[in-house]
């Protein structure tokens, strides 16, 4: 049996409000376990890493969080609400290689599509649509841009997009799917100046990532390998002994770590 280490952090002084609740969510895939009793409480306002190796289950994890995937035991609850009553809540931001960029739209085309969830697919969304639509580019940096074709971006600037798409869905809680995907290193680090600022004025984010280079930016991790090996804060949860168990001494991978997560002396 795993040594899993679990905390549910107090990030306040009080009892946070949690965000999103799994108690022993299983999911199979014909019969055969994906996950396996997947538990973990996420404070209002947290960013979450979720760290695993290929096969892992993370995409699976993802999937059922967001209502695609019926698990085969468990509860999932985002704000103490039942999924089916808080699909409102939820967004989505896509790996880049899963769009289809040829697409004929344009950068506020794109974020516009987060009203549709609300208006139907039959409304026209009006002025006020429009200006929340710019909002949202001005939050992620991207109002001169309003009017390109989304395949002009940059893979950076893509992420940017699909997370103002979110942000015009009114989402209070951002799935992130692999947003660090080809791109460079200020680009990455920009997306997460991004990310600190929405959670500082209350979004929570799960992040699905395999750069084991950046654990220590998050404010909680989940290591992930079909069951859960470790959940808390960074500097407890990515210890060498816990990468070893998710990564089954991969050793180029923890190697690229470096183990980022040593303490500082």
Same mark, same amino acid.
Do not use: C, K, T
């Given at each position: 049996m795993q040594n +899993?280490?679990?905390t549910n952090p107090d990030v306040s002084g009080e009892k946070a409000k949690i965000a999103i609740h799994l108690r022993d969510v299983t999911v199979s895939y014909r019969e055969k376990p994906v996950l396996r009793s997947i538990s973990m409480n996420v404070p209002k306002g947290? /960013? +979450? *890493? +979720? =760290?695993?190796?290929? *096969? &892992? *289950?993370k995409s699976t994890l993802l999937k059922t969080m967001l209502g695609l995937i019926e698990p085969d035991a468990g509860? /999932?609850?985002?704000?103490?609400q039942? /999924?089916?009553e808080s699909r409102h809540l939820l967004g989505y931001v896509p790996q880049t290689e899963a769009v289809d960029w040829d697409f004929p739209v344009t950068v506020l085309d794109v974020v516009m599509? *987060?009203?549709y969830g609300r208006l139907g697919w039959f409304r026209r969304p009006g002025k006020r649509h429009r200006e929340e639509a710019m909002q949202a580019l001005e939050t992620v940096g991207m109002t001169p841009y309003s009017k390109r074709h989304i395949r002009q971006l940059s893979g950076g600037q893509q992420q940017r997009i699909f997370l103002a798409r979110a942000l015009c869905q009114k989402a209070e809680i951002l799935f992130l799917d692999e947003p660090f995907g080809g791109v460079d290193a200020a680009t990455e680090s &920009? /997306?997460?100046i991004l990310m600190d600022d929405l959670a500082a004025k209350g979004h929570t984010l799960l =992040? +699905?990532?395999?750069?084991?280079? =950046?654990?220590?930016r998050y404010n909680q991790l989940l290591l992930l390998n079909q069951r859960v090996v470790a959940y808390g804060s960074p500097s407890l949860t990515a210890t060498e002994q816990n990468l070893r168990k998710t990564y089954g001494g991969r050793l180029s991978l923890l190697d690229q770590a470096e183990f980022a997560l040593k303490q500082e002396l």
């Open positions: +899993v280490q679990s947290q /960013i +979450v *890493g +979720v =760290v695993g190796p290929n *096969g &892992a *289950g509860e /999932i609850r985002y704000h103490d039942p /999924i089916l599509m *987060g009203h &920009a /997306i997460f =992040v +699905v990532n395999h750069d084991l280079s =950046v654990l220590d």
